[in-house]
């Protein structure tokens, strides 16, 4: 069945940029987003809409949410693309085809943008990479999927802004350089446990050095964005897999066989 959005100008953009291959109308109908019965396929009039039961009926508190959703989805977008410098609430309101304003309301400044932006990216991040793995037997079990998972994470949307982000920031003093700088430690701090946990388990060499081994994983993630971001190398997932599983039979224990 197919969906039929009634809305008024500014929800229906968008709704239409967040259901892309759903119909979006704009209507003057500012108290509410209207939608079709799950069980029957309805004809809706702007004139005279009646819907039953009320959970089809989305309260007009509802349209600064989806708003707010719409614009830090296009600004990370953005971000990965081109850079958290290069986030403007002008150029955000273009792509969703709705006033500056609108974008201001919800959002305020550029710099509460960028943040925002930081907060999406850090919970997508968790929510893809560290939360499956911690469903996992602890030590290399949970290394292996999160270093696979940040693989094909930053693969898929050609982009980390941790480590974009370490480079376009490297050289000036600000608050996002230091907010970064804050994520991409927790982050190395989470690896750093992870691998002495493996250590405990009696997975690793005993003479395994866990700084050194981290920073031989973040190598890899520095050249995977090279390759696949600026080289555009079709096969850069590939290599850095390999070269992941290299490296860590180079430091796993010999009596481990997981």
């Known amino acids: 069945m197919e969906c039929v959005f009634l809305a008024d100008p500014e929800t229906a953009a968008v709704l239409q940029a967040l259901l ?13 987003v209207l939608l079709p019965s799950q069980e029957n396929l309805l004809y809706i009039s702007h004139q005279c809409a009646k819907l039953t039961p009320m959970d089809t009926v989305i309260p007009r508190t509802t349209k600064s949410e989806l708003t707010l959703a719409a614009i830090v989805d296009t600004a990370l977008e953005m971000a990965a693309a081109e850079g958290l410098e290069s986030l403007s609430l002008g150029e955000v309101a273009k792509r969703l085809n709705i006033s500056k304003s609108g974008v201001f309301s919800r959002v305020g400044s550029r710099e509460a943008l960028q943040q925002a932006v930081l907060d999406e990216f850090d919970r997508r991040f968790v929510e893809e990479i560290f939360k499956p793995a911690m469903t996992l037997p602890r030590g290399l079990p949970r290394l292996n999927s999160m270093i696979r998972n940040w693989l094909r994470r930053t693969n898929d949307e050609v982009s980390c802004i941790y480590i974009a982000g370490a480079f376009e920031y490297d050289d000036m003093d600000s608050p996002m350089r230091e907010r970064i700088k804050k994520n991409i430690l927790q982050w190395r701090g989470m690896l750093h446990r992870t691998v002495e946990q493996a250590l405990e388990e009696g997975q690793l060499r005993p003479d395994t050095d866990p700084e050194q081994l981290v920073f031989e994983l973040y190598c890899l993630m520095v050249g995977l964005m090279h390759d696949a971001r600026f080289l555009r190398d079709p096969k850069a997932l590939e290599r850095v897999q390999t070269a992941y599983d290299r490296l860590i039979s180079t430091y796993r224990s010999f009596n481990y066989h997981g």
């Open 20 to 32: 892309p291959t759903r119909k979006v109308s704009a209507e003057n109908i500012p108290a509410t």
